[in-house]
């Protein structure tokens, strides 16, 4: 089973700041995807890793999301500049199929 | 691309009662499925998972799920639901290489 560690957990900015979020893997695995969850949604993909390389990111909306993933192990996803609308949980999972999620990070903007 | 709908936004059971969850999906083969349940503030659980084989698979908490290739479907039961089985209960699919979520059903449960 993989583990996930995120940081930070909250996040308070304000818009059209900046905010970086991390992912770091405790267990390897291939795949790694960023979500984000608008309360009372699902869980929206916006990218997928397979080791260094992405997959898809044909929802990310990148004018201001952009996202790495460092030596197929440890991942950032960064925001810039945030709005209001990107108010949500942002969460990491590593594997395929079965996915493991970390604890996620929620972000607010005012 | 594969899609995922859960058609009950919300469901209210009393406790003690017994409890299904539907799901429905498209994909051109058999996906991988899943249930993950996720507490206020939490992050998400998974209940159980279909890879192949038997279509009634058994998770935790006591949950179920059985696959129905003929209607697309990976509905989720319980016999008896006790009150902290209160959360947001996600379907999920592995198809194209990709796990794709529902919108989720909000389950309360009424003493």
Do not use: M
Request: a positive charge; charged letters at 20%; glycine letters at 8%.
């Amino acid at each position: 089973e993989a583990g996930v560690a995120q940081s930070p957990r909250y996040k308070i900015i304000e818009k059209r700041q900046s905010v970086a979020f991390w992912c770091n893997p405790i267990s390897g695995h291939a795949t790694l995807y960023w979500y984000q969850q608008i309360l009372g949604q699902g869980p929206k993909l916006l990218i997928q890793f397979q080791n260094n390389g992405v997959v898809d990111d044909s929802q990310l909306p990148k004018d201001r999301f952009s996202a790495e993933r460092l030596k197929g192990v440890d991942s950032t996803l960064k925001i810039q500049p945030a709005k209001l609308e990107d108010s949500a949980v942002y969460l990491c999972a590593l594997g395929l199929p079965e996915a493991f999620f970390g604890q996620g990070t929620r972000l607010t903007v005012v | 691309a594969q899609s995922v709908t859960q058609p009950d936004i919300h469901i209210t059971v009393s406790e003690g009662a017994s409890l299904e969850l539907r799901c429905n999906y498209s994909y051109g083969a058999t996906p991988y499925l899943f249930w993950y349940v996720q507490s206020p503030g939490q992050g998400l659980q998974l209940l159980l998972k279909y890879f192949s084989g038997d279509t009634l698979v058994q998770g935790i908490k006591g949950f179920e799920a059985e696959f129905k290739r003929s209607q697309s479907s990976f509905n989720l039961r319980k016999p008896s639901v006790h009150w902290s089985d209160a959360a947001e209960y996600f379907c999920a699919v592995v198809g194209y290489n990709k796990l794709i979520f529902g919108a989720g059903t909000r389950l309360a449960v009424h003493p």
